[in-house]
Nanobody, 116 residues
């Protein structure tokens, strides 16, 4: 059974940093594209960043230059380093994985709150 477990969310002041982690089990992690999405209250879930098995990355314009996604295949973990956080980054952050056969998996989400 595939599981994605996020951690690292919390409350931080504007301008601060957080690092989110997503540990994956039950899948051949190194083959898969993984990413982070977020959903703020009253808004649709949106892409934050993705990284392919070849380590090609993609970012939402709103986080470019502030956030960095990277993966450690030895630990089956993907990270999201978030710097220069803004109140508008407040959301529930979800880990996402698309496996070799195109199936999509989601974590349970972790809350990030940025105070002004």
């Amino acid at each position: 059974q595939v599981q994605l477990v996020e951690s690292g969310g919390g409350l931080v002041q504007a301008g601060g940093s957080l690092r989110l982690s997503c540990a994956v089990s039950g899948s051949i992690f190194s083959r898969n594209a993984v990413g982070w999405y977020r959903q703020a209250p009253g808004k649709q879930r949106e892409l934050v960043a993705t990284i392919t098995s070849a380590r090609s990355t993609n970012y939402a314009d709103s986080v470019k230059g502030r956030f960095a996604i990277f993966r450690d295949n030895a630990k089956n973990t993907v990270y999201l380093q978030m710097n220069s956080l803004k109140p508008e980054d407040t959301a529930v952050y979800y880990c996402n994985m698309v496996d070799y056969w195109g199936s999509t998996y989601w974590g349970q989400g972790t809350q990030v709150t940025v105070s002004s």
